[in-house]
Each structure stands twice: as structure tokens, then as C-alpha cells.
């Protein structure tokens, strides 16, 4: 993802998961594109994971699976979704929101 900024004359870009920016007075100013990630159950999670060091470890020990399962992880598995929101804190909604979203659709 890149995200561009003109701030007082100067362009600011913001790019990529790790953030990095580039600041330059002197750049012509470019058109702005905008965009909007779909915040999912599993980015959710990731950043739960990342915020804290060894919290990947304790909850695939927790669950009892490997490290490289919960890192590979591309959806929250439903049917570890009790077990993971009891463990993270997260609500489960939060977690599989497509599920809820479809459920309280057919009501």
C-alpha cells in the first residue's frame, strides 16, 4: 500500500506493511490515490499477535500447533474461534466478521 501527503509544500510517502516514508520539499506534487484495506478477523489478529513479542508462540502452544501453522494462518479457523478469542481477549465477531455479518443478514 502507498499513501502520499502533501503537507506544507512538502510530499510525504508512507509505503509497504513496514511503513516507511520519504519526506522531499522539492518533488512535484503528484495526484493522490487513495486506498482501504478491508479490516479482516486475521489482520485482527495479527496485530494482536505483533504487538506484544513471543505472543505467536504462546498461542500456538496454547492451541497445541506450530508456530508456522498460526503464522500461515490467511482466515481465523472457525472451529479454533472459541479457543483463540478466549485466549487474545479478541470479541469473536472481531475475529470472523464475515460469519456474524451473514448470520444477522438471514435474520
Known amino acids: 500500500m502507498i499513501i502520499e501527503l502533501e503537507i506544507n509544500g512538502a510530499r510525504v510517502i508512507v509505503s509497504g506493511e513496514n511503513l ?6 522539492d518533488a512535484p506534487a503528484a495526484p493522490i490515490r487513495r486506498e482501504t484495506r478491508k479490516i479482516s478477523g486475521v489482520h485482527v489478529l495479527r496485530d494482536w499477535l505483533k ?3 513471543g505472543r ?3 498461542l500456538a502452544e ?3 500447533v506450530t508456530y508456522g ?3 500461515n494462518w490467511k482466515t ?4 479454533r474461534l472459541a479457543e483463540i478469542s478466549a485466549f487474545t481477549g479478541i470479541d469473536r465477531e472481531a475475529l470472523v466478521p464475515d460469519a456474524f455479518r451473514m448470520a444477522r443478514s438471514m435474520q
Open 20 to 25: 516507511s516514508v520519504n519526506v522531499s520539499e
Open 51 to 53: 504487538a506484544e513479542r
Open 56 to 58: 505467536s508462540s504462546r
Open 62 to 64: 496454547h492451541l497445541e
Open 69 to 71: 501453522a498460526v503464522s
Open 76 to 79: 481465523v479457523p472457525t472451529h
